[in-house]
């Protein structure tokens, strides 16, 4: 389904300031003392981003629940909104925040792990967008970015698993993850209710034959397909 959805939260911030007072009360609301879900249980993985149109202000995005012992999708959701917040490095998620909510509250099943596209506590202000929603929601969530952002690292070792710290000065923010033998790592931060080992192996177990998991890749492709359909329309 790829319904409109220009309905923004009662108190959406509208301004810069207003934002980072948003981010820094929820981020005291941040679990970080639970395992999340045990790697190899039975899960229901959702798979969230976005795919923006820049010229008609428009953001896309898709949720897709794979199950993930099997990898297959059991329900996918799209939803299409105006983007809610200005471009503001460090306050990205406040643009599409409204629109995957839209997407997710599509689903009928119950996610048992929320994988963004994106950072988690390895943002600048410890709370990106996969805090962010993780909070919101009350569900466990992880961050999968495919850059290290501003982070230093070391080259994990070259194998699949092979991982190394992600680093803001001394504080381990996240991990570089080599989920492919000899491909580039991807780099995984906590979110909400799940440990940064628990995130990695759920990474891992997500991730066969390509270096993003399958929840990162059947997103992406939707939520393009969900722009392009509505962008096409108009």
């Excluded at 923004?8 to 007072?21: I, K, N």
């Excluded at 994988?115 to 961050?143: E, I, K, Q």
Aim: charged share 25%; net charge negative; glycine share 10%.
């Amino acid at each position: 389904m790829n319904d409109k959805s220009d309905h923004l939260p009662p108190d959406w911030p509208t301004t810069e300031a207003g934002a980072r007072a948003v981010q820094d009360e929820l981020r005291g609301r941040v679990i970080l003392d639970e395992p999340g879900p045990a790697p190899g249980a039975p899960l229901l993985a959702v798979g969230l981003d976005v795919a923006y149109d820049d010229e008609r202000d428009v953001v896309a995005a898709a949720a897709v629940a794979l199950d993930a012992h099997t990898l297959e999708v059991v329900e996918e959701a799209t939803a299409v909104g105006r983007v809610a917040f200005p471009y503001v490095p460090g306050l990205l998620a406040f643009r599409e925040i409204p629109t995957v909510l839209a997407a997710l509250e599509r689903l009928t099943v119950t996610p048992g792990l929320l994988v963004c596209d994106g950072y988690g506590l390895a943002h600048p202000r410890r709370f990106g967008l996969a805090s962010h929603l993780g909070v919101l929601t009350g569900l466990p969530a992880v961050g999968v970015a495919k850059n290290p952002f501003t982070f230093r690292y070391q080259d994990p070792g070259p194998r699949r698993g092979d991982s190394s710290p992600l680093l803001d000065g001394g504080e381990e923010v996240g991990r570089a993850l080599r989920t492919r033998t000899g491909v580039k790592p991807v780099f995984v931060s906590v979110g909400h209710r799940v440990s940064l080992d628990a995130a990695c192996a759920q990474v891992l177990a997500l991730t066969r034959g390509f270096r993003l998991p399958e929840t990162t890749r059947a997103a992406d492709s939707l939520c393009r397909r969900a722009l392009a359909a509505e962008t096409g329309a108009e």
